[in-house]
């Protein structure tokens, strides 16, 4: 199967250096487009300088290179894209579907995670102050190419960020806004931001944007339950350990490579894996501990 038309993308977020669980969605990722014969572009999702790691951006870079990884263009920064953030967060204020909001984490606390509306009609000035999309009393249903059918009723997260108080943008903002601006087709991520999912559905519609497929892969999470890279600062993935741990990433997309490939170079996994891939093989499970994987 081939499809020109197909965009995927992967985005990684320069807090850290590219981990395991990191390497297993891009090589998703990677995989789906390049045996779709389609275009799989890099996007920086450089958009909060504070966790910004030094060094993070080139080594990303240079690891997704040593690893076989090769990505059509040049590489998007959303730092440089502040401008059309901006515009959108205008646009839905103009509409009225986009309110300032003064409240703290602190007055926010035994809510559970829900915002309960105390600035919607407040009317507060813009400078200073948080910006946040309305919702409505609705429930989203989406389809995954892997984890099947997902809902969410929007309120149960409330009238969600889009551009936070010291006026850097929220990732619901930019994601829909680059994926569409770049065409993307297909999105392939981990199974954290599938509850993510139904805001960028509403930001799409509301926007008159695409919708684009989506397929969600288990995170590889530590024995305490935590994914990596919170907790685990894990070093740059090692060069010299590309293949190998290819090979443990493909099995733990439940793709079946053959001993053969035991001493292959990079590039070699690489090319079995895109011809070999096979989605429907993903585990249809929201996490894999790292220490079960073969």
Avoid: N
Wanted: charged share 20%; proline share 7%; glycine share 8%.
């Amino acid at each position: 199967m081939t499809d020109s038309a197909y965009i995927g993308r992967f985005a990684p977020t320069p807090s850290g250096y590219l981990h395991f669980g990191s390497l297993v969605a891009a090589l998703a990722s990677y995989l789906d487009a390049r045996h779709a014969g389609g275009q799989w572009l890099l996007r920086m999702e450089d958009l909060d300088p504070p966790r910004e790691m030094p060094g993070a951006q080139a080594a990303i870079l240079r690891t997704l290179e040593d690893y076989g990884f090769e990505w059509d263009g040049q590489v998007l920064y959303q730092s440089q894209r502040l401008a059309a953030y901006a515009a959108v967060v205008e646009q839905l204020l103009e509409r009225g579907l986009a309110y300032a909001c003064t409240c703290s984490r602190k007055q926010l606390e035994g809510h559970a995670g829900r915002y309960p509306g105390t600035c919607r009609a407040a009317g507060h000035a813009l400078q200073g102050t948080a910006i946040r999309l309305r919702v409505p009393d609705c429930t989203y249903h989406f389809t995954d190419r892997v984890q099947g059918m997902f809902s969410q009723a929007l309120q149960e997260a409330g009238d969600f960020i889009i551009r936070r108080r010291d006026g850097l943008f929220a990732y619901q903002l930019a994601v829909v806004v680059d994926d569409a601006w770049q065409g993307v087709t297909d999105v392939v991520r981990g199974a954290d931001l599938l509850d993510s999912t139904p805001r960028q559905l509403y930001l799409q519609q509301l926007l008159g944007l695409p919708q684009p497929r989506y397929l969600h892969v288990p995170l590889i999470i530590q024995p305490d339950g935590q994914k990596l890279g919170k907790r685990y600062r894990s070093p740059p993935l090692p060069a010299q350990q590309a293949a190998p741990l290819l090979l443990r990433a493909l099995r733990a997309l439940g793709q079946q490579p053959p001993g053969a490939l035991h001493d292959a170079m990079p590039h070699e996994v690489m090319r079995w894996a895109i011809t070999h891939w096979q989605a429907a093989r993903i585990p249809r499970c929201a996490s894999l501990a790292e220490a079960q994987l073969p």
